[in-house]
């Protein structure tokens, strides 16, 4: 069975920066496309980011685009979300998950996912 595994999660300060990484074990990504996605507290969870499996294409939530870059190291079955100019309303927990379906661009739609994270926490001040 396949596992995501988040991490890098933390408290910044506005204007910061962190990276995240989305480590996959017991599987491989395939062909499926890999998303981040973000849940604040009250608020349902948001798509912010993917990448496909095979020729790295990117997508982005408008909210964050030009600020995140998604990425993956393929030899260490990983992903990451490098955030930069971070802002409060970035505050979020933050997951990861494999999308069911060989598709792009990549679906907005958490039902879509699969193989969820535990999520790691960000934290924005201002």
């Known amino acids: 069975q396949a596992q995501l595994v988040e991490s890098g999660g933390g408290l910044v300060q506005a204007g910061d920066s962190l990276r995240l990484s989305c480590e996959l074990s017991?599987?491989?990504?395939?062909?499926?496309?890999l998303g981040w996605f973000r849940q604040a507290p009250g608020k349902e969870r948001e798509f912010v980011a993917a990448?496909?499996?095979?020729?790295?294409?990117?997508y982005y939530a408008d909210s964050v685009k030009g600020r995140f870059t998604i990425s993956r190291d393929g030899a260490k079955n990983t992903v990451y979300l490098q955030m930069n100019s971070l802002k409060p309303e970035d505050t979020a927990n933050y997951y990861c998950?494999?999308?069911?379906?060989?598709?792009?661009?990549?679906?907005?739609?958490?039902?879509?996912?699969?193989?969820w994270g535990q999520g790691t926490q960000v934290t924005v001040s201002s």
């Open positions: 017991g599987g491989t990504f395939g062909n499926n496309p």
């Open positions: 998950a494999i999308d069911r379906t060989v598709r792009w661009p990549p679906s907005h739609r958490t039902y879509d996912y699969h193989y």
């Open positions: 990448i496909s499996a095979n020729i790295d294409e990117t």
